[in-house]
């Protein structure tokens, strides 16, 4: 009897985590929007008063926008690709002008973060100018 209500919690869990992702995957498609923090190498710290981005997605992979405006340094724009495995996100963003493959990139920063159905929270590396941003994202409603 406990091995029976045991098999029905692990379907029931199993059945569960697919409705979340959705099947073939997580879905990172949409407009997001959100907040966060940065720090930058010489210890100056600074709000991101907003996020908002626009995804849309091909398989396990993302492409789109977000424009970050943030107390230090305004508003800045970039663009954005990446990859998804499981729920775990990771990309590359940087301002960049152009169509592929003749892009004029001015700064360049890694994403790292984790899909929780509507929510996207993650960490940004900016090689541009060393700040380590911590994001946290909603899906808006369509």
């Not at 045991?6 to 992702?21: E, Q, R």
């Not at 970050?68 to 996100?89: L, P």
């Not at 990309?91 to 360049?108: F, I, K, S």
Request: glycine share 16%.
């Amino acid at each position: 009897m406990k091995f029976l209500k045991i098999l029905v919690a692990a379907v029931f869990l199993l059945a569960a985590g697919s409705a979340v992702a959705g099947k073939g995957g997580p879905i990172i498609t949409g407009v997001w929007a959100g907040s966060g923090q940065a720090m930058y190498v010489d210890g100056t710290s600074a709000e991101i008063v907003s996020v908002y981005a626009e995804l849309i997605q091909e398989g396990n992979f993302f492409s789109g926008f977000a424009v970050f405006e943030v107390t230090v340094g305004g508003t800045q724009f970039a663009q954005m690709s990446g990859h998804i495995s499981g729920n775990a996100v990771t990309g590359v963003l940087g301002g960049c002008e152009g169509t592929a493959p003749d892009y004029y990139c001015v700064g360049a920063a890694i994403l790292e973060g984790k899909l929780s159905g509507n929510k996207l929270s993650g960490t940004v590396v900016d090689l541009s100018d060393g700040s380590t941003s911590v994001i946290t994202l909603h899906r808006l409603a369509d």
